[in-house]
């Protein structure tokens, strides 16, 4: 076949009229409508309205709830890491960690007292024995200490937890299993933060507290 000569002018033209024929078969362009803001998902309204119900059901519950007790009534966690004797003894331990949780209450006072307590405790006896203790007793307000309250306190209980060999520690623990125990306190209370030294037999233990509305 005989090779033909092309012109660069010639080229030019072809080159042109093959451009013309790729954007007559090209796709007209789309024109985008003018965007509008989006929709939130139904998903997300439903989510947003449950967490708006959940809210005000809790909102509404909370009062309810913190009236299981009486007006006036309160709870009281005290801890006091161990208890400090008056004797040294070899068979005494350190780090006793009681634990006691009080009911606080205004009513079933006498004696003049302003409020009457009612509590359980855990912990370690002097001599390593895990025990437990319930009790009641009453409280009287003396007078107003560094910005809160000094009060005086006396309990009476049982306790148990005294087991061989030393079950005549405890006054009837010997015949019954569980002894007596009464036990008077100086504290001081401050909003809902307290501090009291407590004489428990031959000894003393400083503990703090926590006083809240439930």
């Known amino acids: 076949m ?11 033209a072809t080159a042109d009229a093959i451009l013309r024929n790729m954007n007559d078969l090209a796709p007209p362009p789309r ?10 998902p139904r998903a997300a309204a439903a989510c947003a309205a449950m967490v708006l119900a959940v809210t005000a059901a809790l909102s509404y519950a909370a009062p309810a709830q913190a009236q299981w007790l009486p007006p006036g009534d309160r709870i009281r966690l005290a801890y006091a890491p ?3 004797h008056f004797i040294d003894e070899p068979e005494y331990v350190n ?5 006691a949780l009080e009911w606080l209450t205004p009513r079933h006072t006498f004696w003049g007292a302003d ?3 009612f509590g359980v405790s855990l912990f370690d006896n002097s001599y390593g024995q895990f025990s437990q203790s319930v009790y009641a007793g009453l409280e ?5 200490a560094m910005g809160g309250d000094l009060f005086l306190s006396l309990s009476a209980g049982l306790i148990h937890g005294y087991k ?12 019954l299993g569980v002894g007596v125990t009464l036990v008077p ?12 030294a407590t004489l428990t037999g031959s000894a003393v233990a400083f503990r703090i507290s926590y006083t809240f509305d439930p």
């Open 164 to 175: 061989e060999p030393y079950e005549d520690k405890i006054p009837l623990n010997n015949a």
């Open 2 to 12: 005989p090779l033909s000569i092309v012109s660069p002018n010639q080229a030019g």
């Open 31 to 40: 024109i985008r409508p003018i965007a509008h803001p989006r929709r939130a």
């Open 115 to 117: 409020r009457t307590h």
């Open 140 to 144: 009287w307000d003396w007078k107003q």
């Open 185 to 196: 306190s100086i504290g001081w209370q401050r909003d809902k933060l307290g501090l009291a």
């Open 95 to 99: 780090g006793n960690h009681i634990l």
């Open 82 to 84: 161990t208890a400090i």
